[in-house]
Nanobody, 128 residues
């Protein structure tokens, strides 16, 4: 059974940092296109940061480029998202996804939603 499980969400002040983790089981993170998405209340799901299965190509939304870093630890079969200089408008549920196929979300190449394995999400709240 394939599972991806997110953790690391929390309440943080604006300008603060968080690191999200996504532990995969039943699949290898180095064999799938992996990515982080978020959905804020009343808004559509947004691709935030995604990584090619080779581990050598990275894709970021313009709004997070330079502040967020996606990475993975193949030995731990875990995907990470380091988020720095967080802003209140980035309050959202953050999701991890894995797929062998890709599509574009708001200009970011990320796992294809219809074929992806999705986690339950982890809540990030940024206070002003």
């Amino acid at each position: 059974q394939v599972q991806v499980v997110e953790s690391g969400g929390d309440l943080v002040q604006a300008g603060g940092s968080l690191r999200l983790s996504c532990i995969a089981s039943g699949l290898r993170v180095d064999e799938y296109y992996m990515g982080w998405f978020r959905r804020a209340p009343g808004k559509e799901r947004e691709g935030v940061a995604c990584i090619h299965e080779s581990g050598r190509r990275f894709y970021y939304a313009d709004s997070v480029d330079g502040r967020f870093t996606i990475s993975r630890d193949d030995d731990k079969n875990t995907l990470y998202l380091q988020m720095d200089s967080l802003k209140p408008e980035e309050t959202a549920m953050y999701y991890c996804a894995a797929s062998r196929w890709t599509e574009y979300y708001n200009g970011v190449r990320c796992p294809e939603s219809s074929t992806a394995y999705w986690g339950q999400g982890t809540q990030v709240t940024v206070s002003s």
